[in-house]
């Protein structure tokens, strides 16, 4: 299985500060993609970054992904109450109709006005 | 714009009573498919995916079922629930694009007694 796997599981931090999540895998990806979920709610996407890729952004996001280290980061800047939810990784070896991800247990984040 | 759409929301059913859970997507065609159970405070569990009509394959085997009728409708069933079927049950699509993005309904909460 190239389950990831998030860590920490919890996260408790002021708003203002950043948090970074990781993710761990077992074997090759085509791709990993950070999700977000809020409590009792579907998963929402939020950044994909493929296997030749090291890093990317969007907003006050980053991803990072070392292929080597089979592990990818999850930044988020100057966080704020609103990003409380949790945040899976997921990792895929196929792509198109072969896309079959498999998700970690997430990291729950709490940010604290 | 694409929707996916997940009834009912909740759903309160007796040991060994049937279930019947849809999902429907808008706005696109031809779309994989995908049936997730999260258990509280868990990562998701694949269940069933399928990439057309009439294609369903399983991932975990249970006592529960998956059809897809249609090209943009999945069902998930059961014909005896069991406890352990309790769960938060999440459906989700991707198109055949490269970037392999799962968009998520807002979830069933099943709960079994």
């Known amino acids: 299985s190239q389950q990831g796997e998030e860590d920490p599981q919890a996260l408790s931090i002021q708003e203002g500060e950043n948090a970074t999540m990781n993710c761990s895998y077992k074997?090759?990806?085509?791709?990993l993609q950070w999700y977000r979920q809020n409590s009792g709610r579907g998963l929402v996407h939020l950044i994909l970054?493929?296997?030749?890729?090291r890093e990317k952004h969007s907003g006050r996001l980053r991803v990072t992904l070392d292929t080597s280290k089979k592990s990818s980061s999850l930044l988020i800047t100057a966080s704020r109450a609103a990003d409380t939810a949790s945040y899976f990784c997921?990792?895929?070896?196929?792509?198109?109709?072969?896309?079959?991800?498999?998700f970690g247990r997430g990291t729950s984040l709490i940010v604290h006005p | 714009s694409q929707t996916i759409h997940q009834w009912p929301a909740t759903l309160v059913q007796p040991v060994g009573s049937p279930l019947s859970l849809e999902c429907t997507v808008e706005?696109?065609?031809?779309?994989?498919l995908y049936w997730y159970r999260q258990a509280a405070g868990r990562g998701l569990q694949l269940l069933f995916y399928?990439?057309?009509?009439?294609?369903i394959s399983s991932e975990v085997p249970q006592n529960l079922s998956a059809s897809r009728p249609q090209d943009r409708q999945f069902i998930l069933s059961s014909k005896k629930l069991l406890l352990s079927d309790s769960g938060f049950y999440l459906c989700?699509?991707?198109?055949?694009?490269?970037?392999?993005?799962?968009?998520f309904g807002p979830g069933t909460r099943l709960t079994v007694l």
């Open positions: 989700a699509w991707t198109g055949l694009a490269v970037t392999d993005t799962q968009y």
């Open positions: 074997t090759s990806i085509n791709n």
């Open positions: 970054i493929r296997s030749n890729e």
């Open positions: 997921a990792t895929a070896l196929g792509s198109g109709g072969s896309y079959i991800p498999t």
């Open positions: 706005g696109t065609s031809n779309p994989n």
């Open positions: 399928s990439v057309g009509i009439g294609q």
